[in-house]
């Protein structure tokens, strides 16, 4: 495999394994390049950052999918440019937090039904084909229930004193995403990881655990 990818709703864990994975392949003494999206400190993430921040309107909706979606898309199209493209092209491993992947489940929560679907096909298109992004290997859905990645973000957010963007700032939208994210993660084969257990978190190192087993490191 060489384009691994973590998905999951904000509040999910995503980062907490993709960030373990990294630490195991850096004990492993493997050789790979790590990413994350979007490059909120670069200026490929600057129409972006406008948007998450409600210059165009103080809600998702107001900017419709397909807009929002290029603005993610550039950003990552810069980083394969600029940052990993040529290693993926050499058969380096190249591990993800987020791709092409987040904009099905945060746009694709602007549409339901067949209209959700289209947008899918037309993501995949846009991204993997017109653009010519690598299509990821294998992507790690972090499946956790939405009252439980609601609380997870109001424990980072009280943390950190960070405010929350405009994908944060409503519960329904929340809700809409992780619906979209179960859609997704059937439409594009994705492989589900259930990070929560009777009405719980599970354990970070169960879950650690079970992604090394699933990648088999």
């Not at 405009?166 to 519960?171: K, L, M, S, V």
Request: net charge negative.
């Amino acid at each position: 495999m060489s384009l691994i990818v973590f998905e999951g709703i904000d509040g999910s864990g995503k980062s907490t394994q993709f960030q373990l994975l990294c630490d195991q392949l850096d004990k492993l003494g493997q050789d790979y390049v790590r990413v994350r999206f979007p490059q909120y400190d670069k200026h490929s993430s600057a129409l972006l950052r406008m948007y998450l921040d409600g210059a165009f309107g103080e809600n998702p909706d107001d900017v419709n999918a397909y807009a929002a979606s290029t603005f993610y898309a550039v950003d990552r199209y810069a980083s394969y440019k600029k940052v990993w493209g040529e290693a993926y092209q050499q058969g380096k491993l190249i591990l993800a937090d987020r791709y092409t992947t987040s904009n099905a489940v945060h746009q694709g929560s602007k549409f339901s039904g067949a209209a959700r679907q289209e947008f899918f096909q037309w993501l995949d298109d846009f991204e993997c084909e017109k653009m010519e992004l690598p299509r990821p290997d294998i992507v790690l859905y972090m499946d956790v229930p939405i009252e439980i990645a609601s609380h997870n973000m109001r424990k980072r957010e009280a943390k950190t004193g960070t405010s929350p963007d405009i994908h944060e700032t409503g519960g329904t939208y929340l809700e809409k995403c992780g619906e979209t994210a179960q859609d997704a993660a059937a439409f594009f084969g994705w492989r589900r990881v259930r990070c929560a257990k009777d009405g719980r978190m599970r354990a970070e190192m169960d879950i650690h655990r079970e992604i090394l087993d699933i990648l088999q490191l």
